[in-house]
């Protein structure tokens, strides 16, 4: 097949970018380009790919000053890619959100969306019931809920290549956290959790996303001593060991944020995880298998002690069979077939009415 990856903009595409769905994109371009697909990502000019790059934006946009001109014209590129470009490619994979919206809509080649936004705020309603054809897909069921009336064609879970993360099957003695802090999802709540169950904690996060925590979070549970050991952004090399190495990665947003990627690299060493009913990662866990799934602190508190009996290998091979990046582009491949054969389906459809039409009126033959 030949397909477009359209990128959001905020961000460089790489196997080592901070954000959860430029990786996630990252990893999927790359397994469809070694499965033989013929892959054009358009992203910005210091992405990281195998696929043909075509470059929308020479720098990212959020550490531009002019960041919102230069948005003006990836924009209009993207038009491109949806317009004039459409017949070049078999179907195009939007990651762009609900800004292509309307240019999906007009797209003559089959469009898919994947979103990565939580779609619980209101604002978002008159957006989707104006676009409620469009085809998308879900990062998880917790993200989807809020508006099941939409054209969600199933829920895709973030993967990551099984290779990358190795698997290690003695846990250590800490806990480990690791999420987009300046959004606040839940830092409180896990050194509460470490404080009580008496293990240390270890967080790992975005580096300029701490002067959004300061204002968030009272600055003595960042200082006091509550055995909290601050991380911040981690290689790849080492967050591989960072997550390997823990007991559990706590997972505490109970918010219907979408992404589940730490869940699925956490898996892919053996390590289980402990989370909050609510979020993408509760949904994500087989209790008493890969981790617990919990209504409160206090039952996260309890179940700790449990997680040192869980089978490593069970998580890691959990994590093969769900949330593989090979999973991952299995499900998206399966995808891309269905909406193409609509498509291609709808086309024909359409020129056997016309042709019908057509042939109504013609003239009828004058016999005397």
């Known amino acids: 097949m030949k397909i477009a990856q359209i990128a959001p903009l905020w961000n460089n595409v790489s196997s080592r970018g901070p954000s959860d769905s430029e990786r996630a994109l990252s990893y999927l371009t790359e397994e469809l380009v070694r499965r033989g697909h013929e892959v054009t990502l358009f992203a910005g000019a210091d992405s990281r790919t195998s696929a043909t790059l075509e470059v929308l934006c020479s720098t990212r946009l959020d550490r531009t000053p002019d960041n919102w001109s230069r948005a003006g014209a990836a924009i209009l590129a993207v038009e491109e890619v949806f317009g004039p470009r459409a017949d070049e490619f078999d179907l195009i994979h939007s990651h762009f959100g609900i800004d292509g919206f309307s240019m999906a809509q007009r797209c003559p080649t089959p469009t898919v969306t994947t979103l990565y936004d939580r779609l619980d705020l209101p604002e978002y309603v008159p957006v989707f019931k104006q676009f409620r054809d469009l085809p998308l897909v879900a990062t998880s069921d917790t993200q989807r809920a809020p508006l099941a009336w939409a054209?969600?064609?199933?829920?895709?879970?973030?993967?990551?290549?099984?290779?990358?993360?190795?698997?290690?099957?003695?846990?250590?003695?800490?806990?480990?956290?690791?999420?987009?802090?300046?959004?606040?999802?839940?830092?409180?709540?896990?050194?509460?959790?470490a404080r009580r169950a008496h293990l240390p904690l270890?967080?790992?996060?975005?580096?300029?996303?701490?002067?959004?925590?300061?204002?968030s979070i009272p600055s003595k549970l960042l200082i006091a001593g509550n055995g909290v050991e601050w991380l911040g952004e981690?290689?790849?090399?080492?967050?591989?060991?960072?997550?390997?190495?823990?007991?559990?990665?706590?997972?505490?947003?109970?918010?219907?944020?979408?992404?589940g990627l730490c869940?699925?690299?956490?898996?892919?060493?053996?390590?289980?995880?402990?989370?909050?009913?609510?979020?993408?990662?509760?949904?994500m866990i087989y209790d008493h298998v890969t981790g617990f799934?919990?209504?409160?602190?206090?039952?996260?508190?309890h179940v700790l002690p449990l997680v040192k009996d869980?089978?490593?290998?069970?998580?890691?091979?959990?994590?093969?069979?769900?949330?593989?990046?090979?999973?991952?582009?299995?499900?998206?491949?399966?995808?891309?077939?269905?909406?193409?054969?609509?498509?291609?389906?709808?086309?024909?459809?359409?020129?056997?009415?016309?042709?019908a039409v057509q042939t109504d009126r013609r003239p009828m033959a004058v016999t005397n």
Do not use: W
């Open 151 to 193: 054209s969600c064609q199933q829920t895709i879970y973030p993967g990551v290549p099984s290779e990358l993360y190795r698997f290690n099957p003695r846990p250590g003695k800490y806990l480990a956290f690791i999420d987009s802090l300046s959004m606040g999802k839940g830092l409180g709540m896990a050194i509460e959790i």
């Open 202 to 215: 270890r967080v790992a996060s975005r580096q300029n996303s701490i002067d959004g925590l300061l204002f």
């Open 234 to 259: 981690l290689t790849e090399p080492e967050k591989i060991s960072f997550l390997g190495g823990a007991l559990a990665l706590l997972c505490t947003q109970s918010s219907p944020s979408p992404s």
């Open 263 to 283: 869940v699925a690299e956490a898996l892919a060493c053996g390590t289980p995880v402990v989370a909050l009913h609510g979020g993408p990662a509760g949904e």
């Open 293 to 301: 799934a919990c209504d409160s602190l206090d039952e996260m508190v």
């Open 310 to 355: 869980l089978d490593r290998k069970g998580c890691r091979n959990v994590f093969e069979k769900r949330f593989s990046g090979e999973r991952m582009a299995d499900q998206y491949v399966h995808l891309y077939q269905r909406l193409i054969a609509s498509a291609a389906s709808h086309r024909r459809f359409s020129a056997s009415i016309v042709q």
